[in-house]
């Protein structure tokens, strides 16, 4: 029987293992951000780990100085190509009161899965293993490793040295990441880009403990005002554009290939906007709104920390405020030179205040010709009957650029999420539909990229 003659019926039998394998994952909280989850992140990593060595694959816990990455995989013939498969096991804190369910107890309900990291990312990350072990067990001529990190969450922090110290990893001719978003159900996407991000923190301190307004007020120095001042001089709050002094200097402006593969998505400013609950759009032209969303940096305020916030108003000045703020960047920004100009801007703005960079993760782009681009194409097409889209996406993903500077080797995005899926918001959920289309994608995939010829290089 041919490589994808059985695959369906796999995929049928595959359904129970998924979904307890998807269960036990979902109801290990490994909240990377959260230290009290520490012993439950590296306990996920154990779970993860039992998966690979239960499917006969090698499996390697690595430290990382931070939480740990598992590594394992299939490497049977060095002068097969190889490929590796990124996925990350870490997920995002649950304490939203919207969720109508316990974020971290697993529920089926119909074709629908239901629980923190069904979508991001545990269940794309089963979906392209189990692929991979079909795919292994009918003898493709691949050698298939996966990288699952548990720190993405929080950018990365450790990533890079994982790597350095992940001695089992080959490196690999291709590199397939399974952690984006479509547009739609029933619509394909391949994003080819993402954006970097600079976290900044701004802190402003004008006294040692609070004041009475009545008494000082219109003398003593209000940091909360002081930084609004300075957050709302680097923006505008209508139109969005960044009013930093240089800081649209290094942008690529946006190739004709990129809008002709923009318009041709099928992107819908409705669908988005419901998707994502905003009732309110800076823009509702389609074009702009997917350059906006795609191929323009941005400056956006998370939040101040001061001052008051109970019930009533209580008339006293803060002695301290704190600002929250990140920049999405697009090729060629680099968030070490934006952040030199953010914070000598600041600083000529308001002297007193402190600027610290919180995080810093550079943008990346992939070549959409070549043979592994029309992999993905051939793919997502066998998946799910439909050609894909190749978009860019606003977000990013720190281990990407790491992986393509240290192997040389070109990234593509073979992700299943959809917008309703809830990306870090409350209700979280998968569907078999994603799952079982993406186990196809997946195999397609190996099969395409086991005929394309490699350079052999040092390993």
């Not at 039998?13 to 951000?33: C, I, Y």
């Not at 002297?351 to 810093?360: F, L, N, Q, S, T």
Request: aromatic letters at 10%; charged letters at 25%.
């Amino acid at each position: 029987m041919s490589l994808l003659g059985g695959l369906d019926r796999h995929i049928t039998q595959s359904r129970p293992r998924f979904e307890e394998w998807l269960g036990r994952l979902v109801e290990v909280p490994t909240v990377s951000m959260d230290p009290a989850r520490r012993e439950d992140v590296r306990r996920g990593a154990g779970v993860a780990i039992g998966y690979l060595k239960e499917l006969k694959a090698d499996a390697v816990l690595v430290e990382t100085g931070g939480h740990p990455m598992v590594v394992g995989g299939w490497v049977r013939n060095p002068a097969w190509p190889t490929v590796t498969v990124y996925n990350h096991l870490d997920v995002q804190p649950a304490m939203e009161p919207e969720w109508t369910r316990e974020p971290f107890k697993f529920s089926v309900h119909g074709d629908h899965y239901y629980g923190r990291g069904t979508t991001d990312d545990k269940g794309p990350a089963l979906t392209a293993l189990l692929a991979a072990h079909y795919a292994v067990e009918q003898n493709l001529p691949l050698n298939i490793q996966f990288l699952w990190e548990l720190e993405e969450e929080i950018g990365s922090p450790h990533f890079a040295k994982g790597l350095k110290g992940a001695a089992w990893l080959r490196s690999p001719d291709s590199v397939v990441v399974s952690d984006t978003i479509w547009l739609a159900g029933g619509r394909p996407a391949a994003p080819y880009g993402l954006r970097g991000n600079l976290a900044a923190r701004l802190t402003l301190e004008t006294a040692t403990r609070e004041a009475h307004s009545g008494l000082t007020g219109g003398v003593a120095r209000n940091p909360l005002t002081e930084l609004a001042a300075v957050v709302s001089a680097c923006v505008n709050a209508r139109s969005g554009r960044v009013t930093i002094p240089g800081f649209y200097r290094a942008v690529k402006p946006l190739g004709q290939a990129d809008r002709a593969q923009f318009l041709k998505s099928g992107f819908q400013v409705a669908a988005f906007a419901a998707a994502h609950q905003l009732t309110k759009l800076r823009v509702r032209d389609r074009a702009a709104v997917m350059r906006r969303l795609w191929a323009e940096p941005t400056f956006e305020i998370h939040g101040f920390v001061g001052g008051y916030t109970g019930p009533g108003v209580k008339t006293s000045i803060p002695p301290r405020a704190e600002a929250k703020v990140s920049m999405r960047l697009v090729p060629d920004q680099e968030p070490a030179a934006v952040f030199s100009l953010f914070r000598k801007y600041v600083r000529k703005l308001n002297p007193d205040i402190r600027v610290e960079a919180d995080g810093m993760l550079r943008p990346y782009a992939a070549d959409l010709g070549g043979p592994y681009a029309e992999a993905l194409r051939k793919a997502l097409r066998f998946g799910f009957g439909k050609e894909p889209a190749f978009i860019r996406e606003g977000g990013s993903i720190g281990a990407v650029v790491t992986m393509a500077e240290r192997w040389k080797a070109p990234v593509m995005f073979l992700g299943l999420s959809l917008p309703e899926h809830g990306y870090h918001a409350p209700n979280e959920r998968f569907d078999w539909g994603q799952a079982s289309g993406g186990m196809k994608a997946f195999v397609k995939y190996f099969e395409e990229v086991s005929r394309i010829p490699v350079k052999r290089r040092v390993r």
